[in-house]
């Protein structure tokens, strides 16, 4: 039973570039949610898809944009890169009824 | 006042030795807890959810809730140096409505020492 999964595993982007990120969910679950976790820090709640839609958002900017497939597969997608944008982004995976969240190994993005 | 703290640490302790970990959160309406463990340069792994106030146990872990003080703590028996990592503790804050978004602390440091 295959867990999350994420690619790619590291990236490296300058300034102003965009990226894309993707997550796909561990066997049985639909709902997926992506942090943002800063060197030192704890993961920080971008947001939250479930159904195709994005249910919850936390205090990110619009920069920040996601997606949802019907097979339940996710992207994450930063445009205008920042240096603060650096970081080690975690895709989530729960099923819908559920509220604990399996972590994938994450994409560790460094923006020059 | 963060939503969910945690002292930083790094707490040292023996090898064999209970190793005690806290949180405090500020929404009291939350109701679900839970700890993960970070090894550096890896994701998190959860190692234990608690809903209700007391204890939970699972083998080496006890997770204890106290709602009315808002704290939550993680106890690690007979630590080993391979529980040297950062304990993270999250926490669903209370919101009406779909979505099960967490709230992490910065993570305590642990260091099992042989």
């Known amino acids: ?112 | 006042q963060k939503e969910v703290e945690q002292n930083s640490g790094p707490l040292s302790v023996p090898e064999g030795a209970i190793a005690s970990l806290n949180c405090t959160y500020s929404d009291r309406g939350s109701q679900s807890f839970f700890w993960y463990r970070q090894y550096s340069g890896k994701s998190p792994e959860l190692i234990m959810s608690i809903y209700s106030n007391g204890d939970k146990e699972d083998g080496r872990f006890t997770a204890q809730l106290n709602k009315a003080s808002q704290y939550v703590s993680l106890l690690i028996r007979d630590s080993q140096p391979s529980d040297s990592a950062t304990y993270l503790c999250a926490v669903k804050p209370h919101r009406t409505g779909g979505g099960n978004k967490l709230t992490f602390g910065t993570g305590t440091q642990l260091k099992v020492e042989l």
């Open chain 1, 1 to 112: 039973d295959a867990g999350v999964t994420q690619s790619p595993t590291h990236l490296i982007k300058t300034r102003g570039q965009q990226v894309t990120l993707r997550c796909s969910p561990k066997s049985g679950h639909d709902t997926v949610s992506w942090y943002q976790q800063a060197l030192g820090q704890g993961p920080q709640f971008i947001f939250q898809y479930y159904e195709e839609e994005e249910r919850q958002r936390g205090n990110f900017p619009d920069r920040f944009s996601g997606h949802q497939f019907p097979n339940y597969s996710s992207e994450l997608n930063v445009n205008a890169l920042l240096l603060g944008d650096s970081a080690l982004y975690l895709c989530a995976s729960s099923p819908q009824d559920g509220e604990t969240q399996y972590f994938g190994p994450g994409t560790r993005l460094l923006v020059l």
